[in-house]
């Protein structure tokens, strides 16, 4: 495995993506580096064996997703990953990774920065996966956290700060992606000079914002934790994938099915729960113009549940919907519980039935979005 997952030259713009995912710590208990004295410090710390897959999921997704969808076809990703000691070998053919060390991850964010910034119409996208810890900003930890004995936060960077400085860059067009913790430990004092991480790109003042169209998204909110699966990809990345796929799709001025970015930041907190089966709050940054980022060839699935009030009337309803203006009708016979199915995201006409004629019959027209749809009918006694 080279530095450069994939590249390819094409005229015009494109998306340029730096991925990131930190297992193996070095320097963290079960690390082959020297210790660091006292681990308690950050919260007890150690080896995670989702942060690689995660990055590696998310890198591959991207790269066999078909280039025409994109409004800036994929045009490189740099991938960096540290495998967790117990977790090697990830891609189970013995592949190797260029290492995500501080100084890799400086190295690749500054290559990538100049990629990025060729054409104004290019999209940029920086996904980081591993250890986080919170002052007042998020710090991310490279996998030789712990190296430097007068400062171990000389192996991370701080968020906030590199966002920042980034949106006075181009392109027009950015996404940044933190699957990262936000917990406060001992070792982490208020405010960030105690911790002293630089960030890999420094605001200026005098630089104007240059980013139009900004999809910040963190897994966690300030002071809280994000969750992985053991050797397998975290909630958030895979609700992420998810959202690209068509999770987040809305139609165009054309009915065309298309993910733009202020729907991915609308619909991934729902994405999330449904991923890890319960609530598990992201972080936003501000909400500017959208962009068009994938277009589907169709419409994506919607998961629908169709229900019924009062009560008593859903214990009697035959529930119905079909595809609107014509399609096949599909129903339910009455029961007791709700009505959960997945279907094509559309206009369908929804409706509940009742052969005893206790309730008048009621129907109408809905559009049906992804990811998930709630439709509750409700029946007027006779």
């Given at each position: 495995?080279?530095?450069?997952?994939?590249?390819?030259?094409?005229?015009?713009?494109?998306?340029?993506?730096?991925?990131?995912?930190?297992?193996?710590?070095?320097?963290?208990?079960?690390?082959?580096?020297?210790?660091?004295?006292?681990?308690?410090?950050?919260?007890?710390?150690?080896?995670?064996?989702?942060?690689?897959?995660?990055?590696?999921?998310?890198?591959?997704?991207?790269?066999?997703?078909?280039?025409?969808?994109?409004?800036?076809?994929?045009?490189?990703?740099?991938?960096?990953?540290?495998?967790?000691?117990?977790?090697?070998?990830?891609?189970?053919?013995?592949?190797?990774?260029?290492?995500?060390?501080?100084?890799?991850?400086t190295e690749a964010y500054d290559v990538w920065k100049d990629r990025c910034a060729s054409d104004e119409n290019n999209v940029a996208v920086?996904?980081?996966?591993?250890?986080?810890?919170?002052?007042?900003?998020?710090?991310?930890?490279?996998?030789?956290?712990?190296?430097?004995?007068?400062?171990?936060?000389?192996?991370?960077?701080?968020?906030?700060?590199?966002?920042?400085?980034?949106?006075?860059?181009?392109?027009?067009?950015?996404?940044?992606?933190?699957?990262?913790?936000?917990?406060?430990?001992?070792?982490?004092?208020?405010?960030?000079?105690?911790?002293?991480?630089?960030?890999?790109?420094?605001?200026?003042?005098?630089?104007?914002?240059?980013?139009?169209?900004?999809?910040?998204?963190?897994?966690?909110?300030?002071?809280?934790?994000?969750?992985?699966?053991?050797?397998?990809?975290?909630?958030?990345?895979?609700?992420?994938?998810?959202?690209?796929?068509?999770?987040?799709?809305?139609?165009?001025?054309?009915?065309?099915?298309?993910?733009?970015?202020?729907?991915?930041?609308?619909?991934?907190?729902?994405?999330?729960?449904?991923?890890?089966?319960?609530?598990?709050?992201?972080?936003?940054?501000?909400?500017?113009?959208?962009?068009?980022?994938?277009?589907?060839?169709?419409?994506?699935?919607?998961?629908?549940?169709?229900?019924?009030?009062?009560?008593?009337?859903?214990?009697?309803?035959?529930?119905?919907?079909?595809?609107?203006?014509?399609?096949?009708?599909?129903?339910?016979?009455?029961?007791?519980?709700?009505?959960?199915?997945?279907?094509?995201?559309?206009?369908?006409?929804?409706?509940?039935?009742?052969?005893?004629?206790?309730?008048?019959?009621?129907?109408?027209?809905?559009?049906?979005?992804?990811?998930?749809?709630?439709?509750?009918?409700?029946?007027?006694?006779?």
């Amino acid at each position: 495995m080279t530095q450069m997952f994939f590249e390819e030259n094409r005229p015009g713009p494109g998306m340029h993506a730096l991925v990131i995912g930190v297992g193996g710590y070095a320097h963290l208990p079960g690390g082959a580096g020297r210790a660091i004295a006292d681990p308690l410090r950050y919260g007890n710390l150690g080896q995670l064996t989702s942060p690689p897959r995660s990055a590696l999921e998310f890198a591959t997704w991207l790269r066999e997703s078909d280039p025409s969808r994109w409004t800036a076809p994929l045009a490189s990703i740099d991938l960096r990953i540290s495998p967790a000691p117990t977790d090697p070998d990830l891609g189970g053919s013995g592949s190797a990774y260029r290492d995500a060390t501080i100084d890799s991850i400086t190295e690749a964010y500054d290559v990538w920065k100049d990629r990025c910034a060729s054409d104004e119409n290019n999209v940029a996208v920086f996904y980081f996966c591993g250890h986080g810890l919170q002052s007042d900003e998020q710090l991310l930890l490279a996998s030789d956290f712990g190296r430097y004995e007068g400062n171990h936060f000389r192996g991370a960077f701080s968020f906030e700060s590199t966002r920042t400085g980034f949106l006075q860059r181009p392109p027009r067009t950015q996404c940044f992606f933190i699957d990262a913790c936000r917990e406060v430990a001992p070792g982490v004092t208020m405010p960030l000079g105690g911790a002293n991480a630089d960030p890999l790109d420094r605001p200026d003042a005098r630089r104007r914002r240059h980013c139009d169209h900004d999809l910040t998204l963190q897994s966690s909110t300030p002071f809280a934790a994000a969750l992985g699966r053991p050797r397998n990809v975290s909630y958030f990345t895979a609700a992420l994938i998810n959202a690209m796929q068509g999770g987040a799709a809305v139609t165009d001025e054309f009915a065309e099915w298309v993910v733009r970015t202020d729907r991915i930041a609308m619909v991934i907190d729902s994405l999330v729960e449904a991923e890890a089966g319960r609530p598990m709050p992201t972080a936003k940054g501000p909400a500017f113009l959208p962009a068009v980022l994938y277009r589907l060839d169709g419409p994506p699935d919607v998961e629908l549940t169709l229900a019924c009030v009062p009560e008593p009337a859903l214990c009697r309803a035959t529930l119905f919907y079909e595809p609107h203006p014509s399609g096949r009708t599909e129903r339910k016979p009455p029961m007791p519980e709700k009505w959960n199915v997945t279907l094509k995201a559309g206009y369908y006409r929804i409706g509940a039935e009742f052969e005893d004629h206790t309730y008048a019959p009621v129907s109408r027209t809905e559009l049906i979005n992804p990811p998930t749809t709630a439709q509750t009918l409700r029946a007027v006694s006779r």
